[in-house]
């Protein structure tokens, strides 16, 4: 609130409402908090907000007769975000913005997130290095790293890990990538891995857009080829369906909400 600078917007865990020892309680305002959190806390919009959480969580258990503790944490943010109660903030994603709930519940799970400003940029396009990570949060794919692929994807990239990701797991042939080891057969640690090996794709493009079919064609990927599996080289299948494709250019709101109807 006074160093804006060097602070950032914070969350209030549900469990910091629950008395220990305590059954059938919920506490809005005098939270388990240390002095420092206390502070934030302690302000009139906070209060607000965790009154809002305990009087909807209340009601919630003794619907469903159970104690506040063993209500599901993922149900109470559902009914908050129907009532237009931001989880986690971004100053350009206000409440009545048409994809409010599906930002909010994908940056929940943790397979999206705001820049450093706690901007969203819902209608800015997806690019191919988002594009990335969103597929390999959203679809739970192992992370793994065996090379550096790409001329212009440096290991210090923001994305390296979620395009090397695909690469390895043969998941870039939507942006015409194709895995060299597949044509070997077999992916074979020995052989195909290690940065010293000259395996270069050339350039990735990590800040071009992402068109309709490329993201319709990846997730199809995904479906029709699997994963690798921890720890083993054989490839295992994710439940995912097709929906159709976005039209037009493809945001980074539109890919969310086209991403979790095929989820």
């Not at 390296?160 to 015409?176: K, P």
């Amino acid at each position: 609130m006074y160093l804006p600078s060097i602070v950032t917007v914070a969350q209030i865990p549900y469990g910091a409402m629950l008395p220990q020892r305590v059954e059938g309680l919920i506490v809005a305002a005098a939270i388990s908090a240390t002095h420092v959190a206390q502070s934030v806390a302690r302000q009139d919009p906070m209060w607000v907000v965790t009154g809002q959480a305990a009087g909807i969580a209340a009601a919630m258990s003794v619907q469903r007769g159970v104690s506040p503790r063993q209500l599901a944490v993922g149900d109470l943010q559902q009914e908050l975000l129907k009532q237009k109660c931001k989880l986690v903030h971004y100053y350009d994603v206000p409440a009545d913005h048409a994809e409010f709930g599906i930002i909010q519940r994908m940056s929940i799970r943790g397979v999206v997130q705001g820049d450093d400003d706690r901007n969203f940029r819902p209608d800015s396009p997806l690019t191919r290095a988002e594009a990335a990570a969103l597929l390999v949060k959203a679809f739970n794919i192992w992370p793994s790293v065996t090379h550096s692929h790409f001329d212009d994807v440096a290991y210090k990239h923001w994305a390296f890990r979620y395009i090397e990701t695909l690469c390895d797991n043969n998941l870039l042939a939507a942006f015409g990538f194709e895995a060299k080891w597949r044509s070997r057969g077999r992916f074979v640690a020995e052989r195909d891995a290690g940065y010293q090996s000259l395996h270069s794709y050339g350039n990735f493009e990590p800040d071009k857009p992402v068109t309709a079919e490329e993201l319709a064609a990846a997730i199809r990927a995904i479906k029709e080829r699997g994963v690798t599996s921890p720890g083993k080289q054989e490839y295992i299948k994710v439940p995912v369906s097709l929906p159709d494709p976005p039209q037009g250019t493809v945001t980074r709101a539109t890919a969310l909400r086209y991403v979790e109807s095929c989820l």
